[in-house]
């Protein structure tokens, strides 16, 4: 079975045929009038997951990612801060990208900005023009929507739905309130380019098409986004680009569900929101990724602290697995390989693909494999988790140490401290790497843990059982616990 991708624009899960040899992938991308947040990332983290599959599978892959620079919104807060719209707009580019890179999201290739593609975006209305699908009035310029047959085709929606919810802003001169801007006149004191129509600025629309065909042709094969922008920002780019080049524009349209929020989206424009910056501060960013492959991209995830802590532990207990092996061995065909591969080419599905990672942790605890590591390790990488070194499992370990012999010091248990510390340095003596320190120190609390029990001091038990819990390692009293963990996964 090869690649199954879920084409918004025919409802259907269709094979993945590329129409030339290199992959033409564009991402609509952020307006830049604020710092990212986590629904924003989502998008970008499902295109690193796509392209990253794609090039496993041997494809080759041109990837654009715009950024929105020029657009009602920055000059907004123009206006409001007394910031140059190029200042607000480059600070809030360097904080995404750092954001980019932190979560080892793989760059695209090129970041266009509207602002620097003006000459393509005067270019492409001047053709809407000619072909009679634009109108110029008051220094705007709008397209025609009921000149496009295939208009609503993207979202399933019929003219008549259409003109029910349509108005007429009053500072707008289209003719019919279905039509929209594809050039807007500048008000005073606004940032404009000269044009044939007078001073004024792109629509939103028209740039993604602009960049969109400029890198990529008239017709290529992935374009990506939120399902928020279904409607109308991609049924627009189709209609403004398949009436200027009479090519289809693309051929697989992906969209990933929202992040909401109490059961809204996440939007900056409501104030309800996680900042991207604000959730790297608290966790790692693998976790963050873990917690959003978790669940399908075509699905909605409802944002919960709960879920991101019961993310960190299982991605805990990968890493306390991992840790245990010093040297992995080199291996040719990775244990479970077709089982990880179906999930990938059925519509990328990460969930299930994490599903066969966690059945191997288990069964890797079981049997202590290297093989079952070295085959993880694999996979996590073409997930797009990167390399972390078990420094901080180790150090996780020690403050849950920690913490039990702070209360046994102020429940004024001396004797069991001295024992504890006692067991503590003979566990570690000899030992050179942390690497070694950290699965004998879990070893370790596992060992106190069953002493307590043993002289019936439950509450001590209890007290290290729940500690290690915050950090991953689930144990219940016949062993180490295996099934919470897969079903976590779903
Ligand atoms: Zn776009």
């Keep these: 079975m090869g690649l199954k991708l879920y084409n918004t624009f025919t409802r259907s899960l269709e094979e993945f045929v590329p129409q030339r040899e290199i992959v033409g992938i564009y991402s609509c991308g952020l307006t830049v009038q604020g710092a990212p947040h986590v629904g924003h990332m989502r998008a970008y983290i499902v295109r690193d997951v796509l392209v990253r599959w794609i090039e496993h599978l041997g494809y ?93 085709r993207l979202s399933k929606k019929s003219i008549d739905d259409l003109v029910s919810g349509a108005r007429i802003a009053p500072t707008e001169h289209k003719e019919d309130p279905l039509d929209f801007a594809l050039w807007k006149a500048a008000k005073p004191g606004e940032p404009y380019w000269f044009s044939p129509w007078g001073k004024g600025r792109p629509g939103w629309h028209i740039e993604c098409s602009a960049m969109a065909m400029h890198y990529l042709g008239e017709s290529f094969d992935i374009h990506t986004g939120g399902e928020d922008l279904i409607f109308p920002h991609h049924e627009n780019e189709i209609a403004q680009s398949v009436a200027a080049t009479g090519q289809p524009f693309v051929r697989y349209w992906l969209h990933n569900g929202w992040v909401t929020l109490s059961g809204e989206k996440m939007a900056k424009s409501t104030g309800h ?24 991209y075509r699905n909605q995830i409802e944002f919960s602290s709960e879920r991101l802590d019961e993310a960190k532990a299982a991605y805990h207990r990968i890493l306390t697995f991992l840790s245990g092996f010093k040297v992995l061995p080199v291996i040719d065909k990775p244990l479970m390989v077709d089982e990880f591969t179906d999930a990938m080419n059925d519509d990328l599905n990460a969930p299930k693909a994490l599903g066969i990672i966690f059945d191997m942790v288990n069964k890797g605890y079981d049997q202590g494999d290297p093989q ?30 920690r913490e039990i012999t702070e209360r046994l010091v102020q429940e004024g248990q001396d004797e069991l401290i001295e024992d504890v510390w006692k067991k503590f340095y003979s566990t570690i003596e000899g030992m050179k790497s942390m690497e070694d320190v950290f699965p004998a ?37 016949e062993g180490i616990d295996r099934s919470t963990f897969a079903l976590e996964i779903k």
């Design 372 to 401: 079952i590591a070295a085959s993880i390790k694999i996979f996590l990488g073409i997930l797009g988790f990167c390399d972390e070194e078990p420094a901080v499992p180790f150090s996780q370990a020690m403050d849950v140490f």
């Design 441 to 477: 120190l879990v070893g370790f609390l596992l060992d106190i843990r069953n002493q307590f029990r043993k002289n019936k001091k439950y509450e001590y038990a209890d007290f290290i059982r729940e500690k290690l819990a915050q950090q991953g390692i689930q144990i219940h009293d």
């Design 273 to 296: 929101f996680f900042l991207i910056e604000d959730l790297l501060k608290e966790y790692h960013p693998n976790v963050i990724r873990l917690y959003l492959l978790k669940t399908h």
């Design 60 to 152: 080759k892959f041109l990837s654009l990612e715009n950024f929105t620079d020029i657009d009602d919104k920055i000059i907004e807060k123009q206006l409001q801060q007394k910031r140059d719209w190029r200042v607000i707009a480059q600070e809030n580019i360097t904080k995404y990208l750092n954001a980019v890179d932190q979560l080892n999201i793989k760059r695209a290739h090129f970041y266009p900005r509207a602002s620097e593609h003006i000459e393509e975006i005067i270019h492409l209305v001047q053709e809407l023009i000619d072909k009679g699908y634009g109108y110029e009035k008051g220094g705007d310029v709008y397209f025609k929507v009921r000149k496009f047959p295939d208009y609503g």
